[in-house]
């Protein structure tokens, strides 16, 4: 029999309010095995966990139950308190009782009748529990960014600075990302390009890091420190090592109609391509759904002028294999594309854009050479509405949209709104909001100075309708501080649409065993106190693909995930988590289920010899795990049909035992 | 076709490639027919029995018997292929060991179909266009074959042999009309109440005589849970009828996704308990949520739950029941 010790944690009044956690520690103190029973304000505090140890050393504890927060917060702290009584960490137990009974009840009578039930499965298991003991694995010394806009830069430089070695992997044909489609940011209004570019030279020029472009994650294997990742090197049809960039075939190619989407197909290119001047790595692309010679093999003029001979129209796919010791999602976003608004006329109106093809439109290398025109006509536009928070800000119910803020939309606006203003003074911009949110150095101060110095009109209201009428767009909208209904003849009209993860980062997530949220934002172990890490051990978050951010909190997040996979690719080892799986060879049938799915390929067969009856042998084909292998995820011990897989620390008799006590009541 | 059979068993057997054979003998009444291996040629030409009793599928004794010294020759109707694939696919059978006939099959006929039809006393039987000729010790008797062809039988998933080393007779085609999810269908249909009294109901009469689980093709575990004092279940089971029928319901999720819809369960049950409903259910579902598989058809396929691929359907898509 265990001798077990309980603890109720006040958590100060986050449990305590709402548990009695007196009458907790007083049923909980009459459960078998249970030798002591006391409740504290704050277990984790320095003076909670002397009180656990006193217990521990005065009445011969061999199993501690703690009835307190999750598990994620403070098993360690408790774990680790425990073992310097010389108690195996894995002999403790936390009974949550915050997260899943104080935080979500409101009655005091129904949440400690839960507080009790709680507890009582964790003493059940504690019976059951055996020590177990971690083993190490070693680390590959090297990490994975994937995604190669400004956050994946940003965290590939730092880590390499570290002394590391770090791969990029960019499913553009080159690294940039939206940044490089930026015209200026605020507040400060230095050039995107100007700031950018120098930071993608020293990605190309970092020994440490290697850019895999125009290339895709297509499989992740392992585990933290040991993951297996499968690259694949999308075909581009022109062979990286020899392709100068010299850009004459990008001049030559016949193919002339291929929409561009860097700029945000605003103007043409050729079928193959730079994306743009200052690419990284300057290397061209062929897009093999415009390129004549790869459709009907009538062509050739690429190949035909590079000098260098660097056209390969049999070039195929390529997976490459790469090991790593920690991956950084970096997938960034996409702004929201605003077909389904046709209040707004959006897919009617050449003149009516999103605020990223306005970046474009107004920048020195875009299609309009920074000169500012409509899209219709070319003509230079005298009035401009701006309309804030399109698909941002909805409703739960409203599918068209998101429910969360984008965040840096507001800033933006100020931005293109004092550009066009400055530099086009016979302008009339009007932008249309619901807040103007300025939060951040010197922001507040750069909004005001568009409303204040360059006479942008702000009105608060929603823009109700944009129909166009002789080469004008007709603005219906109500000012809600006035209460009037308003016409605007306008030129153009900016849609500041809602920034969206990134398309591939579901996939991606899924791939990493990430978790997201349901906006398909990656989901951090901590939303305050661990916003680089995913709940996945090794796999770090930077960027957007987290959740709406401008630069400056990008590049500082960006750091920030590096700082984490530096500390994990400093150390040597790692301890491995001791709650694996194991065969009982006696039961085991050797249908391969459990090898099946397994994620981290720890299982193998061997054919072993077994006593049979009579003095005979048998020989049986029986499953084995690697320890070392072992995430101890528990999906063999599900898919074992006759139950000889089982899982160290969560055993089907352990939860069994939980189900039982907790059915009890 | 017994002649053939007979014949082709004696022939593997003096040749020496195989030294024992997998069939049917007779039991007290020719249509209490039961497996049987046979080691000589004597007792081949005794007791070898192949007719239109022959239900029990061959397969699962493989498990024991490929594993032993020598090769064995087995015949296989056509469900029973599924069966031994499904046992190749689990290592569960050594296929070097075995050499696998393949033999034609329409359905087989369903003796207490024949009693309630008033047929008794019945010491032969004989198909021909559909119909079935009976001997009994009262004369001949003729009995449209539908009429008492056992219901597995009636809703046939597939006449064609997916599986062996030689065929007598044609290789035959998988039923592409089958019907056999209609009952499914209608209990999906019931309330959560109705379907839950329907099964309350059948399961009730359950004797725990465990035939179901030992004739299973699918159940072959070196020791089943329900046997293992360790495993927490095996006792839980007896605590009261209720427990009881959820033996049912466990046997069903452990070979979901490996049931190759045989029908033995169903067949060998002495309370006539419609066990196979409970496997088509999942069957169904798989069907439904993965994409077609049929468990057995392919010994390299994988299996939709013990696979995952990234567009697999999202729990919450699947549903749960109707309430």
């Known amino acids: 029999m265990q001798r077990i010790g309980v603890f109720i944690c006040h958590c100060g009044t986050n449990i305590a309010a709402t548990v009695d956690v007196k009458a907790v ?15 504290y304000q704050y277990m984790c505090s320095e003076s909670g966990q002397t009180l656990m140890r006193e217990a521990i050393r005065e009445h011969k504890l061999t199993g501690v139950v703690v009835c307190s927060c999750s598990p994620r917060m403070h098993e360690a702290t408790f774990r680790k308190a425990a073992e310097k009584e010389g108690l195996n960490p894995y002999m403790v137990e936390i009974a949550n009782i915050r997260e899943q009974v104080s935080w979500i009840h409101k009655d005091m009578k129904e949440a400690t009748e839960k507080a009790v039930i709680l507890g009582r499965a964790a003493i059940a298991k504690v019976h059951l529990n055996k020590p177990l003991k971690a083993g190490e694995s070693p680390v590959t010394k090297r990490a994975l960014v994937i ?6 830069i940003q965290t590939a430089l730092d880590i390499a600075e570290a002394g590391f070695e770090v791969d990029i992997v960019e499913k553009e044909p080159t690294i940039g990302g939206k940044m ?7 507040p400060t209004l230095d050039c995107a390009a100007y700031i950018l570019t120098p930071k993608m030279v020293d990605v190309a020029q970092n020994e ?16 933290v420190g040991n993951f297996k990742v499968s690259i694949r090197k999308k075909a581009r049809y022109v062979i990286e090592d020899k392709c100068t960039g010299c850009g004459l075939c990008t001049e030559k190619c016949p193919q002339k109609k291929v929409p561009n989407p860097f700029n945000m197909n605003l103007d043409t290119r050729r079928a193959i391509y730079i994306p743009f001047a200052q690419a990284v790595p300057k290397v061209a692309a062929i897009d093999a759904d415009y390129c004549t010679m790869l459709k009907t093999g009538k062509c050739g003029v690429c190949s035909k002028i590079c000098a260098a001979g660097a056209i390969d129209y049999q070039q195929k796919d390529e997976i490459v294999e790469r090991e790593y010791g920690a991956i950084v999602a970096a997938t960034g976003f996409n702004p929201l594309k605003p077909d389904k608004y046709n209040e707004y006329g959006y897919s009617t109106c050449p003149d009516v854009v999103t605020s990223l093809e306005l970046e474009r439109l107004m920048n020195a290398a875009g299609p309009t050479a920074g000169t500012l025109l409509r899209p219709s006509d070319k003509t230079h536009p005298h009035t401009l509405v701006f309309v804030q928070c399109v698909g941002s800000r909805c409703d739960a119910e409203n599918e068209k949209g998101k429910p969360y803020c984008s965040k840096i939309c507001c800033m933006y606006t100020a931005k293109h709104a004092m550009l066009i203003r400055e530099k086009y003074p016979d302008t009339e911009v009007y932008v249309f909001y619901i807040d103007v949110r300025t939060p951040g150095k010197n922001f507040d101060e750069f909004y005001r100075r568009a409303v204040e110095q360059y006479g942008v009109h702000y009105i608060k209201g929603q823009v109700g309708k944009v129909v166009e009428e002789n080469g004008k767009l007709k603005v219906q909208a109500s000012d809600l501080l006035s209460g009037e209904q308003l016409h605007i003849d306008a030129d153009m009209v900016v849609l500041a649409t809602a920034v969206e993860p990134d398309k591939s980062a579901r996939g991606i997530a899924t791939m990493l065993t990430a978790s997201m949220d349901t906006n398909d934002f990656f989901t951090e172990a901590h939303a305050k106190l661990r916003p680089v890490e995913s709940p996945t051990a090794g796999i770090f978050l930077s960027g957007v693909c987290q959740g709406p951010k401008d630069i400056p ?3 500082s997040q960006a750091s920030a995930a590096a700082a984490k996979v530096i500390g994990l690719l400093a150390k040597d080892k790692l301890t491995c988590n001791p709650c694996v799986a194991n065969s009982d060879e006696m039961l085991c049938n050797g249908c391969s289920s459990c090898e099946k799915v397994c994620p981290y390929g720890a299982i193998t067969y061997s054919d072993k010899e077994f006593r049979g009856p009579n003095r005979t042998t048998l020989i049986r084909r029986v499953a084995s795990v690697n320890e070392a292998v072992c995430q101890g995820c528990g999906a063999c011990t599900v898919a074992c049909p006759s139950g000889a897989m089982d899982l160290k620390g969560f055993s089907n008799r352990q939860i069994m035992a939980e189900v039982d006590a907790i059915c009890k009541m | 076709m017994q002649k053939m059979m007979e014949k082709r068993a004696l022939e593997l057997l003096g040749d020496g490639t195989v030294n024992r054979v997998l069939g049917w003998s007779a039991g007290d009444f020719i249509y209490d027919v039961t ?8 007792e081949v030409q005794d007791k070898f029995l192949y007719n239109d ?8 004794y493989l498990v024991k018997e490929s594993r032993k010294e020598g090769k064995i020759l087995v015949f296989l109707k056509p469900c029973d292929t599924y069966s031994f694939n499904q046992l190749i696919a689990e290592h569960r059978i050594i296929r070097e060991n075995i050499y696998a006939i393949g033999v034609e099959c329409f359905g087989k006929a369903d003796e207490e179909k024949l009693r309630a039809k008033g047929i008794t006393g019945i010491t032969g039987i004989e198909m021909k266009d559909g119909t079935y000729t009976v001997h009994t010790v009262y004369g001949d008797e003729t009995v449209k074959a539908y009429e008492v062809m056992a219901d597995r039988c009636l809703s046939c998933k597939s006449k064609k042999h997916v599986a062996y080393d030689e065929l007598l007779g044609s290789e035959g085609e998988v039923v592409e009309d089958c019907n056999r999810f209609d009952m499914v269908e209608k209990l999906e249909a019931m309330t959560p109440d109705e379907r839950y009294e329907f099964w309350r109901g059948e399961l009730s009469r359950c004797i725990r005589c465990n035939a179901c689980r030992n004739i299973c093709p699918a159940c072959t575990c070196e ?3 329900f046997d293992n004092p360790n495993s927490g279940v095996s006792q839980k089971a007896a605590v009261n009828s209720f427990e009881e029928n959820m033996f049912h319901i466990i046997r069903a999720f452990h070979v979901a996704g490996r049931c190759t819809d045989c029908g033995e369960c169903s067949r060998v049950c002495p309370q006539h308990i419609p066990l196979h409903l409970l496997n088509r259910k999942f069957i169904k579902d798989v069907n439904t949520f993965y994409g077609e598989y049929q468990a057995g058809e392919n010994p390299e396929a994988k299996p939709p739950l013990g696979k995952y691929e990234k567009n697999d359907i999202e729990p919450g898509e699947a549903g749960g029941a109707k309430a």
């Open chain 1, 25 to 39: 520690a007083e049923a909980l103190s009459h459960e078998p095995g249970v030798v002591f029973s006391t409740d």
């Open chain 1, 147 to 152: 995604g190669g806009g400004i956050a994946g």
């Open chain 1, 180 to 186: 490089a489609q930026i015209d200026k940011t605020f």
């Open chain 1, 208 to 223: 440490k890091i290697k850019i895999f472009s125009y290339s895709e994650v297509e499989a992740v294997k392992g585990f």
């Open chain 1, 553 to 555: 909190e990008t590049v």
């Open chain 2, 35 to 42: 497996p049987a291996v046979f080691k000589t040629a004597e």
């Open chain 2, 53 to 60: 009793f022959c239900g029990a599928n061959l397969s699962k």
């Open chain 2, 223 to 225: 020791q089943c849970v």
